[in-house]
């Protein structure tokens, strides 16, 4: 079934802290029980180097940004075969902490993006990362991603509290 109106797209975003070969088909069997149309990943784990074989039948289409230093981080756009996105550009990261893509769907314009924070000096990444991303977007922005910092500090960590400003 292809996608009729923008209603019907299903967007999920999965930390998959490493995408080794059980994970990568267990990820494809949730994401289509889930039925989404879009998916972020943040901690993909791909090399640079190594064709990503992430993408399957039910998601066909793929953008990675990897780390080209080591097997860590790593961010990942897949749409699913119902969704009829037309890419006009992307920019990825060599560290492997965000994708954007901007294009189309149902002649709509969307910049997509997955995002990845370190453990420390998040707000200072960010603000670089979103500073690109002001000038990369236009039409629709969908952001996702793994910002390493807790919602709520009195619920989301162990010390009831949270150093990060």
Same mark, same amino acid.
């Given at each position: =079934?292809?996608?009729?109106t923008?209603a019907?797209?299903?967007?999920?975003?999965?930390?998959?802290?490493? @995408?080794?070969?059980?994970e990568?088909?267990?990820l494809?069997?949730? @994401?289509?029980?889930?039925?989404? /149309?879009?998916?972020f990943?943040?901690?993909?784990?791909?090399?640079?180097? =190594?064709p990503?074989?992430?993408?399957?039948?039910?998601?066909?289409?793929?953008?990675y940004s990897?780390?080209?230093?080591a097997?860590s981080?790593?961010?990942?756009?897949?749409?699913?075969?119902?969704?009829p996105?037309? @890419?006009?550009?992307?920019?990825?990261n060599?560290?492997? %902490?965000?994708i954007? @893509?901007?294009?189309?769907?149902l002649?709509?314009?969307y910049?997509?993006?997955?995002?990845?924070?370190p453990?420390?000096?998040?707000h200072?990444?960010?603000? %670089?990362i979103l500073?690109r991303?002001? /000038?990369? /977007?236009?039409g629709?922005?969908?952001?996702?991603?793994?910002?390493?910092v807790?919602l709520?500090?009195?619920m989301?960590t162990?010390?009831k509290?949270s150093?990060i400003?």
């Amino acid at each position: =079934m292809r996608l009729h109106t923008h209603a019907d797209l299903v967007i999920v975003s999965i930390n998959a802290n490493g @995408l080794n070969v059980p994970e990568k088909s267990r990820l494809i069997r949730e @994401l289509c029980a889930l039925k989404a /149309s879009i998916v972020f990943l943040q901690e993909t784990h791909f090399c640079r180097d =190594m064709p990503t074989t992430l993408t399957s039948r039910p998601y066909p289409e793929g953008y990675y940004s990897n780390y080209i230093a080591a097997k860590s981080r790593g961010t990942a756009i897949l749409f699913s075969h119902d969704v009829p996105f037309q @890419l006009e550009e992307q920019q990825i990261n060599d560290e492997g %902490r965000y994708i954007f @893509l901007r294009g189309k769907i149902l002649g709509t314009q969307y910049t997509f993006a997955s995002i990845y924070l370190p453990n420390t000096g998040q707000h200072k990444c960010l603000a %670089r990362i979103l500073k690109r991303l002001t /000038s990369f /977007s236009s039409g629709i922005l969908v952001l996702a991603g793994d910002f390493n910092v807790p919602l709520d500090p009195r619920m989301d960590t162990s010390r009831k509290c949270s150093s990060i400003p």
